[in-house]
């Protein structure tokens, strides 16, 4: 017959040491799972930092590229047309091309000039000679420098046919017809 207060003695002084071997080593544990948890924490959060600056300095180059073929465009595309199909005399129609800010297209190269004839209609341009007879100036002041343009026998006003009209011609890239200011036309603003 076994004394179970005995037992009860060798089973506590058996678990005693066990427990107390296995509390530092369970404590050990608990803080290597920890560190872990940490260093896990710490590298995915390294590693998202990474991602982000990477895509952070790629859109930055992608945003200063855009920029700077947006600032090319504009560069290219300096001026803009707008054509009215409604007639108007050239006064009317410079007024309303003022209003918009802009005013009458003044040609200032050839390719301008097969631009305007490629749109296949005719239309007042900011060009007269309101102010002094034979002397053809544009809207903005500046004074007619090449006749290359005017139709056969243009201009043929003698005082009477003071502004100009762009008529649309396949043969020569568009000519240049002077006739009386009062005549209602469609016209075109640049801007």
Known sequence: VIDCSLCYRMASST???????????????VC????????????????????????????TIERDQLQKERDDLMRKISNWYLLFTVKKSWEESRQDCLERGADLVIVNSD?????????????WIG??????????KWVDGTPLNTTRYWGSGQPNG????NCVLFLHSSSDQGKWHDYPCSDVRSWICEK
């Open 158 to 161: 003698g005082g009477v046919e």
């Open 15 to 29: 678990r005693a040491p066990k427990s107390r071997s296995k509390r530092p080593s369970g404590v050990a544990a």
């Open 32 to 59: 290597l799972g920890l560190l872990c948890v940490l260093l896990l924490a710490g590298i995915i959060g390294l590693s998202v930092y990474y991602k982000l600056q990477t895509s952070s300095n790629t859109l």
């Open 127 to 136: 060009l007269n000679d309101s102010v002094t007879e034979g002397t053809w």
């Open 111 to 123: 390719e301008e000039q097969g631009f305007l004839n490629n749109l296949n209609k005719g239309f």
